[in-house]
């Protein structure tokens, strides 16, 4: 294997992800959270893994916020 996990066919090329027509599609299902999601810290770069099969994880950094309740 060459490269971390046998990557060795990616480059460092910054390239433009394109989403398919489900994305464009109205969606048949909706999330609800029971939390307040962190906010994503724009100023840093997030990571894309692609694994086995169709498996896609996307992770964002997020902006460290402290609250003072009085």
């Not at 909706?30 to 994503?40: E, N």
Request: net charge negative.
């Amino acid at each position: 294997m060459n490269g971390p996990a046998g990557l060795s066919h990616l480059d460092r090329r910054e390239r433009v992800l394109k989403l398919g027509e489900s994305f464009e599609k109205r969606p048949r299902c909706a999330f609800h959270y029971d939390f307040k999601p962190a906010s994503i810290d724009t100023s840093c770069e997030g990571d894309l893994e692609v694994g086995k099969g169709e498996q896609v994880t996307i992770t964002l950094p997020n902006i460290e916020v402290s609250i003072s309740i009085h």
